[in-house]
């Protein structure tokens, strides 16, 4: 997790210094953190002049003779995050500027406070794709606000490990070894990608699908159950939406349009799934927000198949 506080012109810092001080900002940064494992910049550490109570700090530097009373510290971000892992709590990333660009390809969180002030300063917090990071949630102050932010990641890993925690948790229903069978057809299929989301360090949610084609089963039974001329349309060659699932415990974070927006990047010109027919379901409400619509009824009873040509 990234643990930062950003002006509005996105600067960190000026010179050593962080160019503001707002009254609590610390305390919250404080309870935040402590307990945790906290990892930073040798910059950003002689700032602070020695390591914060309560929290084991790691320093990077590639100084191999550099040390420090109280601190571990490590050479290459890499070591770091290993050393982290091995440590209790969770890995807090915290600057500076250096650290956080170097950290973000591995970061699945980031907690940001967004200072409401335009500082001059020459240390700015790295750039990162808002399309692939969401804020799940926002606390906000006078001023400054707080954000929670996660990644969804998009891959094409067909290791069933990915899902089962989640898939387990919300679908106790269902028949395990049916849908185990269904994965293994589904993730040796062309075009598949699974988008996966995770919070507080576990995987919280994932989307899945691959590129249905005429004469695979479901894409003909979606053909036979919708309008003929729609089905004509929109059917093979599409990307089908198979499952988008989050764990109760991370519902209304905005995880799962995270994962709806992750998994319709793909280079598709149609996008078909099925949901419940009652535009009041939030996964319906959801899709529609998102600009999928209604193309007629889908495979069963309730049930309706929603398309969406992306771009
Ligand atoms: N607003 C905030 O939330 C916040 C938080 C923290 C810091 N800051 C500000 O950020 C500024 C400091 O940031 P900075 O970017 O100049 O320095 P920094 O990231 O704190 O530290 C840079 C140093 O860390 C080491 N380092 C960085 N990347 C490394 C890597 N990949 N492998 C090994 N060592 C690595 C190097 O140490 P060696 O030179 O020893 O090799 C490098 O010189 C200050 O202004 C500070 O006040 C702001």
Not at 111 to 122: F, I, M
Request: proline letters at 6%.
């Amino acid at each position: 997790m990234l643990v930062a506080a950003v002006a509005d012109n996105g600067v960190i810092g000026d010179g050593p210094d962080i160019p503001w001080h707002i009254p609590g900002e610390q305390a919250q940064f404080k309870a935040l953190t402590m307990g945790h494992t906290l990892l930073m910049g040798r910059t950003t550490f002689e700032s602070i002049g020695r390591p914060l109570p309560g929290r084991t700090t790691i320093v990077l530097t590639r100084d191999v003779t550099w040390s420090h009373e109280g601190v571990l510290v490590a050479h290459t971000i890499e070591d770091a995050l290993a050393l982290a892992a091995t440590l209790p709590g969770d890995v807090m990333v915290a600057g500076g500027a250096q650290v956080y660009a170097a950290a973000l390809p591995y970061a699945a969180e980031q907690v940001l406070t967004r200072v409401h002030l335009a500082p001059s300063g020459d240390v700015h917090y790295p750039a990162f794709d808002t399309g692939e990071w969401v804020v799940t949630r926002r606390e906000p102050g006078e001023t400054y606000d707080r954000e929670w932010l996660v990644r969804a990641r998009v891959s094409d890993s067909a290791d069933p490990a990915v899902i089962w925690p989640v898939y387990d948790a919300v679908f106790a229903d269902r028949d395990r070894s049916a849908w185990e069978e269904a994965w293994r057809t589904h993730s040796a299929r062309d075009g598949f990608r699974i988008a996966t989301v995770e919070c507080d360090g576990e995987l919280a949610g994932f989307a899945y699908g691959y590129t249905g084609e005429r004469g695979q089963w479901w894409s003909d039974a979606i053909l036979e159950a919708l309008p003929p001329a729609v089905g004509e349309e929109w059917v093979g060659g599409h990307f089908e939406l198979v499952e988008l699932a989050v764990l109760g415990a991370h519902r209304s974070r905005g995880l799962g349009r995270a994962l709806l927006r992750a998994i319709s990047s793909v280079p598709h010109e149609r996008l078909l799934l099925q949901t419940d027919a009652d535009a009041a379901d939030p996964a319906h409400r959801l899709y529609a927000s998102e600009g999928w619509r209604v193309l007629g009824p889908g495979v069963g009873a309730g049930t309706v198949v929603m398309g969406k040509r992306p771009g």
